[in-house]
């Protein structure tokens, strides 16, 4: 439905001059890519889902700084971004207004069957996709990953495809195929805070 605001999704294709960015960020443009190709196989969502692929995220956000400028008269409901990796998903946390209270029940019970919590801390959007959030005041969903070993290969030349546990990289794109289920067949108003 055209007249519903779109649904964002951000990562990035920049990666750090040490090492190949596999995990930082390639995995998370994997994971919304394959999530929403996933989605449209399940049939026509009810809302539009852009992929923000963004470039220059290292070097101050400049690609996410873009979009916002080049899409900011496009309403846009609801933001989320995978930036931290390719392992498990752990947690989800929600920045919805109260109003928004059922959808965030739902998206959590459809997350509980892959073992993943519900926070109870405020989501932030990444990034990529903050200066939309910004300018629009979106709702946000982040799916938490397991950040153990993240730092061991973030920014190093280890940051290479074969860190990336293909289990694990799955478990992402099944959670966030199953909250893009629900938020982008959501036909009531999505709000932020």
């Known amino acids: 439905d055209p007249s519903l605001p779109a649904i964002l999704l951000g990562c990035h294709l920049d990666s750090w001059d040490l090492g190949t960015g596999a995990i930082d960020d390639a995995s998370g443009y994997a994971i919304i890519t394959d999530a929403a190709l996933r989605l449209r196989a399940q049939g026509q969502p009810l809302r539009t889902v852009r992929l923000l692929w963004a470039g220059s995220e290292e070097l101050g956000g400049f690609g996410g700084q873009a979009y916002a400028a080049a899409h900011a008269d496009q309403p846009h409901a609801l933001a989320m971004e ?3 990796g390719a392992d ?3 947690r989800v946390r929600f920045r919805l207004a109260e109003a928004n209270r059922p959808l965030a029940d739902r998206v959590a019970a459809a997350l509980a069957p892959l073992g993943i919590v519900r926070g109870n801390t405020v989501a932030n959007g990444g990034t990529d996709v903050e200066p939309m959030i910004e300018r629009q005041k979106l709702a946000v969903i982040d799916l938490d990953q397991d950040g153990t070993r993240y730092f061991d290969l973030h920014h190093t030349p280890d940051d290479t495809l074969d860190k990336v546990d293909p289990v694990q990289l799955e478990q992402n794109v099944q959670a966030w195929t199953a909250v893009l289920g629900i938020v ?10």
Do not use: I, M, T
């Not at 982008?184 to 805070?193: I, K, M, V």
């Open 82 to 84: 995978s930036d931290f």
């Open 88 to 90: 498990r998903v752990w």
């Open 184 to 193: 982008a067949n959501e036909p009531g108003p999505l709000g932020g805070l």
